[in-house]
């Protein structure tokens, strides 16, 4: 039976300094009094930061918020606003908020996944029916697109929902990792990376 999701699991999910670091990389800067929280309060360095903030991929505009507890403060606002509807998937659960065009006329973020298919030919033909990591060493620069989605995703650790990654743009799972993830997972995970890529 599907259990749903109901906005005391997102409210008072653990939002831990780890999984705001790894937020940081859907972040192009965050604010300086925030920077100085997360090192005080965390093993990151400054210079963790900033690699962080530049990792490549799709990301919130400043204009959207500041900083991950700043995300997080304005998305269980918009929870309640939008009555999500979603279920938990044994423990997880992921959902979508959808954000208005009115509001934010340049999107909440920009969006650097790409299907495969919207690259031009003469890019993506010599890695056609290559492996994964050889399809990612395309280096194609393109506009990315602006975005009015986040995604969530929960878990259940120890008992508790914690937030585990929020992002903009269109729903993309983690990389394929057969250390760290089940068989199905994997499978999952993998099609879509083979289908995608992230622009430069």
């Known amino acids: 039976m599907s259990i749903p999701l ?31 929280y997360l ?19 799709s990301k919130f505009r400043e204009t959207f918020c500041e900083n ?24 997880r659960c992921a959902f979508q908020l959808r954000f208005l065009l009115s509001d934010f006329p340049e999107g909440i973020g920009m969006d650097r996944v790409l299907h495969i298919d919207e ?17 990612h060493s395309i280096i194609y620069r393109t506009d990315p697109r602006p975005t009015w989605t986040v995604n969530v995703i929960l878990h259940i650790v120890e008992g508790q929902p914690e937030v585990i990654s929020i992002f903009p743009g269109i729903y993309a799972p983690p990389f ?21 890529i992230i622009i430069a």
Request: charged fraction near 35%; aromatic fraction near 14%; charge should be negative.
């Open 68 to 91: 991950p507890l700043d995300l997080f403060d304005l998305l269980k606002d918009e929870f309640q606003k939008q009555q999500v509807e979603s279920f938990w998937n044994d423990d």
């Open 119 to 135: 690259v031009p030919d003469i890019i993506k033909e010599p890695f056609i029916g290559k492996d994964i990591k050889t399809l």
């Open 39 to 57: 090192t005080e309060n965390s093993g990151f360095t400054p210079e963790d930061i900033e690699r962080q903030l530049n990792v490549h991929g």
């Open 176 to 196: 394929p990792d057969r250390e760290k993830q089940d068989k199905e997972q994997f499978a999952m995970n993998m099609k879509f990376w083979c289908q995608h």
């Open 6 to 36: 109901v906005f005391p699991d997102f409210s008072f999910a653990r939002f831990t300094t780890d999984r705001q670091f790894h937020i940081l990389k859907h972040f192009l800067t965050v604010d300086p009094d925030y920077k100085d």
